[in-house]
C-alpha cells in the first residue's frame, strides 16, 4: 500500500508539480488549496505526510501545524514545509508547531521525493 500524502498550497502550479513529483514516485496524493482545506481534508481521512506551504489565505501553514497537532489521529504525522520563506525566527516557529522538515521554493521535485522517502521510510 502506497503513503497517502496530503499537499497544502494556495499556488495551483506548485500544487501540480507537487502532486506529479510524488505520483510518478508510487504515493497517493491528495491536494488542499489553504490551511482550512486542509484540516478540513485531515478531518476527514488519514494521512501519512503532509507537505504544506507557509504563507496561505484563509489558514497559514503554522495555524495548520498547530490544529492538527491538537487532532488525536494526526499528533504524529509528518510535516514538510515547503515555502519560499527562510527566516531563521520563522523555521523555528514551524518547528516548535509540529514541523518535521524545512524545503525552500522554488524546489527539485526530485529532492522532495527523497525527502519524502526519508520521512516515511519508503
Known amino acids: 500500500m502506497s503513503a497517502h500524502i496530503l499537499t497544502v498550497d494556495d499556488s495551483a502550479s506548485i ?8 505520483s510518478n514516485a508510487g504515493y497517493t496524493v491528495t491536494e488542499a488549496v489553504d490551511g482550512a482545506d486542509g484540516i478540513a481534508k485531515l478531518s476527514a481521512g488519514a494521512f501519512d505526510l503532509i507537505v504544506t506551504d ?3 489565505p484563509n489558514m ?5 501545524i498547530r ?8 499528533t504524529g504525522v509528518p510535516v514538510i514545509f515547503l515555502t519560499t520563506e527562510s527566516d531563521g525566527e520563522i523555521k523555528s516557529q514551524a518547528k516548535a508547531a509540529g514541523a518535521t522538515g524545512w524545503l525552500t521554493k522554488p524546489f527539485d521535485p526530485e529532492n ?3 525527502i519524502a522517502r526519508k520521512v516515511l521510510g519508503k
Open 67 to 74: 490544529e492538527l497537532r491538537k487532532m488525536p489521529a494526526h
Open 112 to 114: 522532495l521525493v527523497k
Open 60 to 64: 497559514d501553514g503554522l495555524t495548520m
Open 54 to 56: 507557509l504563507n496561505m
Open 15 to 22: 500544487r501540480m508539480t507537487t502532486k506529479i513529483a510524488l
